[in-house]
């Protein structure tokens, strides 16, 4: 079992923010995401929120034309981000758009070379494709509830993660936290051996 030793000396061995990119993505509800972009190599950290929409400061009850999204943040020596990208539209069905706002594809980009990346790809599929390409303007984090979903559920993790003296924005920004919640939902994570279930 994972304890706090375990996930202090994990995080402390991650690359810090300012080491990292960062991707955002909209596909679907962000509890899925949270799990498929946990586990992938490259990627540190992770974070669900809100984005693509007009609305200040959204929550889940008010969330005005956002979307729900993922963001990430990834070391580019490990990974690029049309790597990223090939995730993104692996984990959703680019020929549909939902009708609701909150669930909608969008495939986020900051540069005219993230953009391109993300042409390229959307450009390889064979099918008419609905997911939309923004440029990101905010990223609004979730509410604690939302972060890290499936490791909330599990009691005995998430007190390792108080014993070690986390709050709620750390476990939203854990790296240990990220992999344990993709290993809680049935994930294979090799990083952290001792979350295997």
Known sequence: M?????????DEAASAPDETETATFALGCFWGPDVEFGT???VVRTRVGYAGG????PTYHDLGDHSEAIQVDYDLDVVT?????????????????????QYQSVLFHETDAERAAIEARLDEIPVDVET?????????PAESYHQKYNLRNDRALLSAFEDAGY??????????AARLNAAVA??????IASVQR
Request: proline fraction near 5%.
């Open 186 to 191: 049935g994930k294979d994570v090799r990083e």
């Open 81 to 101: 981000f049309a790597d990223l990208v090939d995730v993104a539209v692996a984990n959703h069905d680019p020929r549909r758009q939902p009708r609701k706002r």
């Open 54 to 57: 007009t609305h200040e400061d």
């Open 132 to 140: 939309r390409i923004e440029r990101l303007e905010a990223f609004y």
């Open 2 to 10: 994972v304890d706090a030793d375990d996930i202090v000396a994990f």
């Open 40 to 42: 992938h190599e490259g």
């Open 167 to 176: 709050d709620d924005a750390d476990v939203r920004e854990s790296p240990a």
